[in-house]
Antibody, heavy 117, light 113 residues
Framework: EVQLVESGGDLVQPGGSLRLSCAAS????????MHWVRQVPGKGLVWVSRIKDDGTYGDSADSVKGRFSISRDNAKNTLYLQMNSLRAEDTAVYYC??????????WGRGTMVTVSS | DIVMTQSPDSLAVSLGERATINCKSS????????????LTWYQQKPGQPPKRLIY???TRESGVPDRFSGSGSGTDFTLTISSLQAEDVAVYYC?????????FGGGTKVELK
């Protein structure tokens, strides 16, 4: 079965750090750009970051630029999101998603990040 | 940034009736090199991730009932549910993949009347 499973979400204090993981199964992420999208519970979807299939290029939304870093390990079939200098407004469910020709065809179930003292 | 504006914010439809959701982008999402609109519709039910229904504006995802259809080009798009079923109660989002930052509409909540 083709699936993505996120992990690493937690309760963290403002200014803290967290690393999210997204493990893929049923396919190789080597062939795909991969993305992170977040959603405050009860609110809309917001794109966070993306990374090229070979890991040589990535970019992010302005709201997280300089604080979040996307990476991947194709040998482990895993995507990552390193989140530093976390703020209360980063509190959200974080989804990873597979990019298939400029549309998200596969989504994980998400992992919850709560930033609070 | 491309702003995606959905309307209405919510709508209540009787079983078997038609539901129509509109999505307008502040700039065209049509790639003239291949005539593809990079516009996707997702359905999200409570506690679940989004599920792709329609991509490239009008291509239905495999396994999605044919009561769901997408239309439009350039800046104006529509998702139509031709005969609403109980399992269609959800929030629907449009999404542009034409340019970064990728953006989503605010969502349309579909409920039963």
């Amino acid at each position: 079965e083709v699936q993505l499973v996120e992990s690493g979400g937690d309760l963290v204090q403002p200014g803290g750090s967290l690393r999210l993981s997204c493990a893929a199964s049923g396919f190789s992420i080597t062939n795909y750009w991969m993305h992170w999208v977040r959603q405050v519970p009860g609110k809309g979807l917001v794109w966070v970051s993306r990374i090229k299939d070979d890991g040589t290029y990535g970019d992010s939304a302005d709201s997280v630029k300089g604080r979040f870093s996307i990476s991947r390990d194709n040998a482990k079939n895993t995507l990552y999101l390193q989140m530093n200098s976390l703020r209360a407004e980063d509190t959200a469910v974080y989804y990873c998603a597979r990019d298939q020709r400029r549309t998200f065809d596969i989504w994980g179930r998400g992992t919850m990040v709560t930033v609070s003292s | 940034d491309i702003v995606m504006t959905q309307s209405p914010d919510s709508l209540a439809v009787s079983l078997g009736e038609r539901a129509t959701i509109n999505c307008k982008s502040s700039q065209s999402v049509l790639d003239s090199s291949n005539n593809e609109n990079y516009l996707t519709w997702y359905q999200q039910k409570p506690g679940q991730p989004p599920k792709r229904l329609i991509y490239w504006a009008s291509t239905r995802e495999s396994g999605v009932p044919d009561r769901f259809s997408g239309s439009g080009s350039g800046t104006d798009f529509t998702l139509t549910i031709s005969s609403l079923q109980a399992e269609d109660v959800a929030v629907y989002y449009c999404h542009q993949f034409y340019s970064v930052p990728l953006t989503f509409g605010g969502g349309t909540k579909v409920e039963l009347k």
